[in-house]
């Protein structure tokens, strides 16, 4: 069954301490894009991957870091350097020459 | 980062009744992408738009890309209380980047 798989779905952390998340596809998408969702907002961009071995910084990229290593997973480091990062992380992914975006479960980081 | 214009924010309705909200842009687009986020979920896609003018439809949603290219509109019918959750409009940018841009989404309250 092919699809975006987010883990885990819920994940809490200490303040000061790094967090990894993982996202892996196995849609052979080459794209594939982390956001960042707060209660009652939109989608904003952290970091996107258009092939493997290159990303870029989206719009909200502070405190953060990603790795595009494989094809099928782009996974995202909340770091300490984060300063809210209490929140919804979304992943998705699209398909080369594609226009849709397909995302992930999704995983609720809590930092107490 | 940019959003798209999305209207109403928030909306009650009764169940059986239907639904309508839009997205507008200040520039034109050659896509519209429509999505429904469940509480808790990731966003999935509903309804993809590639020409203007177009009308389509997906059992009870049905979905136009503006004549202007600078509009999106999203119909739902007969609404049930499973159609609650959030609906956003997107546009994937072709100018260099391949980036989305989300519009501000419309929060959908079905009453039984």
């Known amino acids: 069954d092919g699809g975006i798989t987010q883990s885990p779905k819920y994940l809490f952390r200490k303040e000061g301490q790094n967090v990894t998340l993982s996202c892996e596809q196995n849609?052979?998408?080459?794209?594939m894009y982390w956001y960042r969702q707060d209660p009652g907002q939109g989608l904003r961009l952290i970091y996107y991957?258009?092939?493997?071995?290159?990303?870029q910084k989206g719009d909200i990229a502070e405190g953060y870091s990603v790795s595009r290593e494989k094809k099928e997973s782009f996974p995202l480091t909340v770091t300490s350097a984060q300063k809210n990062p209490t929140a919804f992380y979304l992943c998705?992914?699209?398909?080369?020459?594609?226009?849709?975006?397909?995302f992930g479960q999704g995983t609720r980081l809590t930092v107490v | 980062g940019q959003q798209l214009n999305q209207s109403p924010q928030s909306m009650f309705i009764q169940e059986g009744e239907d639904v309508s909200m839009n997205c507008t842009s200040s520039?034109?687009?050659?896509?519209w992408l429509w999505y429904k986020q469940d509480p808790g979920e990731g966003p999935v896609l509903l309804i993809a738009?590639?020409?203007?003018?177009e009308l389509t439809s997906n059992g009870r949603l049905t979905a136009q890309f503006g004549i202007t290219r600078k509009d999106s509109f999203l119909n739902i019918s007969a609404s049930i209380p499973s159609d609650v959750g959030i609906y956003f409009c997107?546009?994937?940018?072709?100018?260099?980047?391949?980036?989305?841009?989300f519009g501000t989404g419309t929060r959908l309250k079905v009453l039984a």
């Open positions: 738009l590639y020409k203007a003018g």
């Open positions: 520039s034109i687009f050659n896509t």
């Open positions: 998705a992914s699209r398909g080369y020459m594609n226009t849709e975006a397909f």
């Open positions: 849609l052979n998408h080459d794209a």
């Open positions: 991957s258009q092939i493997v071995n290159d990303f």
């Open positions: 997107a546009h994937l940018t072709t100018s260099g980047t391949y980036k989305y841009i």
